[in-house]
């Protein structure tokens, strides 16, 4: 290959890059087909990143159909620190004043020190035995029942040995052991008071028989004058949907507003807005003819895609509808401050929104979310429901998931197209680039042969001149 191409253009002139400026000529069917996967990788792109913005919207839809965001609570407390207050959705606004005179503790029992009863830690206990247990335990159903529970004790046990057993069996029995100071100590699971019993033939070996006990106690706090005693710091059942965790007594009433958290509620409606118009004017930039007048006019990666321009019309028209979701005022998003301008895109009026959650919050949520029941009775007298999800965000989030489902969407569809059609392309550069080999090759070696023709024929034409030269006749 070397020594043809070196040889090539000696005599004929044609060089390296006349076959190159042949080979560029020909390559015009290659070029297309890489600017053709060039074109399919661009628009994969671009529906890719209509499906990320796709699943950012659907996520913002999929938060305005939890009733919590329109139901969410805000709180208020004249001092912290001495409980926390959690309020869910069902919790009424109200106004409280809370007192704690008392919280809950457990019931503890602690033993004689080991050094007055000849014992020392991780010696054998020389001695076997039991240990019994009894105290009140809340059961499943409520009800409470005294448990017995019995630690069996051998002598080759220490102390140590003891407490891992006790701790073991602790869920069962509601009660855990631990050391402290030389001494065993026992303390009960549950909070508030419960007798805790210690008997066996073990109990006065290990310092129990003579134990101290400290009897817990129930919390005690005054909500709004009344008095509420529970075996509990974590109080679920003062008032509907508040949680009351104590964290320490009070001096002063502490006072607690509970009121509905209005402006979370709109943040989440203006993050679906904004999303939304983040979404459309992506998608009207993958659209965009551009300006065909112009010579260098730019177009966006899909224009004239009818999938897209058919999400984008279904897109622009899903505020526009009003919903029959059993409520004559607030049955659009138009009535809860959502306008959408000529061009398209979506505002909010938050004031407008506000004032619809104080009249009516759960009417404002059927806006985004809302299931219609029909009824049909048949001949047999069988009664035949049919459900129609109507919500706002329902409706939108079923054509998103039109798009986005990973199996059955249309962009899941088009990426296997994409991939392909790429793959395609690819195979078919492959080969032309072979063919554009082999012709380079040809054209290398048709003129490096007509070189080689010239250079023989020069040579021969050189001989025969020497042979003429050589016979000349001797003119003297």
Known sequence: MASSMNIM???????????????????????????????????????????????????????????????????????????????????????????????????????????????????????????????????????????????????????????????????????????????????????????????????DKLGLAQATTQLGQNAELTVNGIKIVRDSNHLTDITKGVTIDLIATTTDPVRVSLTQDLDSTAKAVQDFVDQYNSTLAFIGEQLDVGDPSLANNKTGSLTGDSSLVRLQSQLRTALTQSLQNGHKELNSAKSIGIEIDRYGVATLDTSKLKEALREDSQAVAHIFKFDKVTSTTQEDGTIFKKKEEIGLAQKVNHLLNSFTDSKAGVIATKNESYDKLIKDLGQRIEKFNERIEVKRQQYIEKFTALDIAMMEAESQLNYLMSQIGGTKPNQN
């Not at 005599?11 to 015009?28: F, H, N, R, W």
């Not at 059961?139 to 002598?155: C, L, P, R, S």
């Open 9 to 203: 253009g000696t005599y004929s002139g044609i060089t390296m890059e006349t076959v190159d400026q042949l080979i560029q000529a020909e390559s015009g069917k290659g070029v297309k087909f890489s600017n053709d996967q060039e074109k399919l990788r661009t628009e994969q792109a671009a529906w890719k990143d209509i499906q990320t913005r796709l699943t950012n919207l659907s996520e913002k839809l999929s938060g305005l159909m939890k009733p919590e965001t329109f139901n969410s609570k805000k709180m208020s407390l004249s001092q912290e620190g001495k409980f926390k207050l959690t309020a869910s959705p069902e919790a009424l606004s109200s106004d409280y004043t809370i007192s704690v005179t008392n919280l809950a503790t457990r019931t503890q029992v602690t033993g004689e020190s080991f050094t007055q009863k000849g014992l020392k830690l991780g010696d054998a206990l020389n001695e076997s035995g039991e240990l019994v247990l009894t105290i009140p335990k809340k059961m499943a159903d409520g009800t409470i029942e005294n448990k017995t529970t019995v630690v069996a004790i051998t002598a080759t046990d220490s102390i140590e040995n003891i407490v891992d057993r006790i701790n073991e069996g602790s869920k069962d029995s509601g009660v855990s052991a631990a050391i402290i100071d030389n001494r065993l100590v026992l303390q009960s699971q549950e909070f508030g008071e419960r007798q805790l019993s210690v008997t066996g033939d073990l109990a």
